[in-house]
């Protein structure tokens, strides 16, 4: 059996015909579990007994093939008129100025889609964080959600304190309270940001 922390894997999801193949290549259809690398299993979840791997396959859908990031949006697609042309956020690395050590701190933004079995997460500039969290334009919001977080970027790398009082908060201590905060809402923000001290300078 396999182990994965609660914030590692979405359990108790219903696959939809066509939609996964198992090991002996027969159509799979019932309940299934995605795991934070993107691989998933039949069954509600890693302690619900025997689960084997399931394979993704292609789902044709008014003549056009879809994966299973797909499958979402045609849905989707039917309910509500949208943009033909729907744009998804791209990625970008943040350079933080000199304003922005003295202040110690950068906001950063990120995406993740809603829906698949690949959790492709990625941080995105501030403009396409606020297109996506207003819903302007064609902004992919079927798809993907997004979220900003505080990232301390001066500072010692702990916490530093003076007879139980804390004088100075460190780098790794403050980023990782932060990371902890978003996974719930936000899972595989942790596993995607895995260097605490990303940008610091010490002082």
Request: charged share 20%; hydrophobic share 30%; aromatic share 12%.
């Given at each position: 059996?396999?182990?994965?922390?609660?914030?590692?894997?979405?359990?108790?999801?219903?696959?939809?015909?066509?939609?996964f193949?198992s090991?002996?290549?027969?159509?799979?259809?019932g309940?299934?579990?995605?795991?934070?690398?993107?691989?998933?299993?039949?069954?509600?979840?890693?302690?619900?007994?025997?689960?084997?791997?399931?394979?993704?396959?292609?789902?044709?859908?008014?003549?056009?093939?879809?994966?299973?990031?797909?499958?979402a949006?045609?849905?989707?697609?039917?309910?509500?008129?949208?943009?033909?042309?729907?744009?998804?956020?791209?990625?970008?690395?943040?350079?933080?100025?000199?304003?922005?050590?003295?202040?110690?701190?950068?906001?950063?933004?990120?995406?993740?889609?809603?829906?698949?079995?690949?959790?492709?997460?990625?941080?995105?500039?501030?403009?396409?964080?606020?297109?996506?969290?207003?819903?302007?334009?064609?902004?992919?919001?079927?798809?993907?959600?997004?979220?900003?977080?505080?990232?301390?970027?001066?500072?010692?790398?702990?916490?530093?304190?003076?007879?139980?009082?804390?004088?100075?908060?460190?780098?790794?201590?403050?980023?990782?309270?932060?990371?902890?905060?978003?996974?719930?809402?936000?899972?595989?923000?942790?596993?995607?940001?895995?260097?605490?001290?990303?940008?610091?300078?010490?002082?």
């Amino acid at each position: 059996m396999k182990y994965f922390p609660k914030s590692r894997v979405i359990t108790n999801q219903k696959s939809v015909p066509g939609q996964f193949v198992s090991a002996d290549g027969q159509e799979y259809n019932g309940p299934y579990y995605t795991t934070f690398t993107g691989e998933s299993f039949t069954g509600i979840s890693p302690t619900s007994g025997s689960s084997y791997p399931l394979t993704e396959t292609s789902i044709t859908q008014d003549g056009l093939t879809l994966g299973i990031d797909g499958i979402a949006q045609a849905e989707y697609n039917k309910l509500v008129p949208i943009p033909v042309n729907l744009v998804n956020p791209t990625p970008y690395t943040p350079r933080p100025t000199e304003a922005d050590y003295a202040a110690g701190k950068i906001t950063r933004y990120f995406a993740r889609q809603r829906n698949g079995t690949t959790f492709r997460l990625m941080e995105i500039d501030k403009s396409t964080y606020e297109a996506f969290t207003n819903g302007r334009g064609e902004a992919n919001t079927a798809l993907w959600k997004v979220v900003s977080l505080f990232w301390q970027i001066t500072g010692p790398l702990h916490n530093e304190r003076v007879n139980g009082i804390q004088t100075r908060a460190g780098v790794i201590d403050t980023n990782q309270r932060i990371l902890d905060k978003t996974e719930p809402n936000f899972i595989g923000i942790k596993q995607y940001l895995t260097d605490l001290t990303q940008f610091r300078r010490p002082f």
